[in-house]
Structures are given as C-alpha cells and as structure tokens.
C-alpha cells in the first residue's frame, strides 16, 4: 500500500462547479497533511495546510480531514479555469522525517 | 520571489559531463530535500537531510552525489548521467518534525 494515494484523474469539472479532490494515506502517526497546487512545467505551491479533524476554509478553498478514515480532501468552489493544474496531497511519514506526496490529481476546469 | 532559491534554472550537459546544481534557503528551515520530476510523472523523492545529515537516500543512483555543507545549502553533484535522467529537478525545504515544505523554481535539466 502507497503510503499516499490520490486518483491521477483526470478530473474534469466545468467552469463555477464544486472540485473534489480526495486523499488517503497509511501512515496513523501522520498529524498533518498539506495540498500543493502544481502547473505544468512550474514547482508545487502550498495552498493548504490541516492540523485537524474536521474542516479548514481559506477563499474558494476547504480542506476536509477524517483521521479515523485517514483520508483528507480538498474541496474548490466556484471552480476556474485557471484552477486546473495537478493537485498533490503530502504528508510527513517515516517518523516525520519526510514528506511524502501522493501521485497527484489532474483538474480541468472546463469553460 | 520564494524563500528557496534553486541555480541553474536551466542545464543541458553531456553524458559526460559534471555539473551541480545549487539550491539556498533563506527561510530558517532545518531540513531540506531534492526530488525528481520527469515528464508527466509524480514526484520522487531523492534525498533528505535534517540538521545537515543525510537521513534518507530513496536507492538513488552514484552518478547523483548530494551534499549538505550547511542548514541552508544543499547541492547536487551530476556526473555521468544518462538521457533518461532528463527532468526537473527540485528542491525544498522544511522544519524538521514536518511542518509545511517550501520549493524552489526547479532545475530544468536536459543529458544529451
């Protein structure tokens, strides 16, 4: 079992809808869990970061946290084009010694 | 302009040529990190350091030689590389014991 998993996607959703993004992870001792926004071609940016059960909103953005599931989500509102990029899910593991990212999720946003 | 910093932008050398590539962190982090991205692929983690020692090498291959002369230098010496060692490479930083990881821009690199 990967120690991050995400769908590769891609996950396509027209312009002004809700994007799901979802998250799993194996690592129980894992406390935190970060979204990067990557474009293509360019690094990955942080957009997000969740501490705790329950849910975090900052903008257009709410990252969801279920740590008896271990799954984390990102959920973007109003959805734009310029949303669509890959989304990376990262969590600390081997003891908190690294960071590890999942594979990441595709987003279009479609006009 | 981010907090970490990563030269050249841009490399294209020969197979047998050496090169490094240089990443700065001027964020007070502890832990830095090299990963690999080749085209249309996820990200794969090279190596780890906290406090300036290497605490994970991901079966990396010799002809990638990482070294960490301090907190916030760490660098990546290429030597004989292949052509299916052609990727972005990328560098980030963190405070150990993880909180959020910071990148840099990423280094283009192109082995012909």
């Known amino acids: 079992q990967k120690e991050v998993e995400q769908n590769s996607g891609p996950l396509s959703v027209p312009e002004g809808a809700i994007a799901s993004l979802n998250c799993t992870y194996s690592?129980?001792?894992?406390?935190?869990f970060f979204w990067y926004r990557q474009y293509s071609g360019k690094s990955p940016e942080l957009i997000m970061s969740?501490?705790?059960?329950g849910d975090k909103e900052d903008g257009r953005f709410t990252a969801q946290l279920n740590k008896a599931s271990q799954y984390v989500s990102l959920l973007i509102r109003d959805s734009q084009p310029s949303d669509s990029a890959t989304y990376l899910c990262?969590?600390?593991?081997?003891?908190?010694?690294?960071?590890?990212f999942g594979t990441g999720t595709q987003l279009k946003v479609e006009l | 302009e981010t907090g970490v910093t990563q030269t050249p932008r841009h490399l294209v050398m020969g197979m047998t040529n050496k090169k490094s590539l240089k990443c700065e962190q001027h964020?007070?982090?502890?832990?830095m990190y090299w990963y690999k991205q080749s085209a249309k692929k996820p990200l794969e983690l090279m190596f780890v350091?906290?406090?300036?020692?290497?605490?994970e090498n991901n079966s990396v291959p010799s002809r990638f030689s990482p070294e960490c002369p301090n907190s916030s230098h760490l660098f990546l010496h290429l030597h004989t590389l292949q052509p299916e060692d052609s990727a972005l490479y990328l560098c980030?930083?963190?405070?150990?014991?993880?909180?959020?990881?910071?990148f840099g821009q990423g280094t283009r690199l192109t082995v012909v």
């Open positions: 350091y906290n406090f300036k020692e290497q605490t």
């Open positions: 964020l007070g982090h502890n832990a």
């Open positions: 980030a930083s963190s405070k150990k014991g993880v909180t959020e990881a910071f």
């Open positions: 969740i501490y705790s059960n």
């Open positions: 690592d129980r001792g894992s406390q935190s």
């Open positions: 990262a969590a600390p593991t081997g003891g908190g010694n690294k960071l590890t």
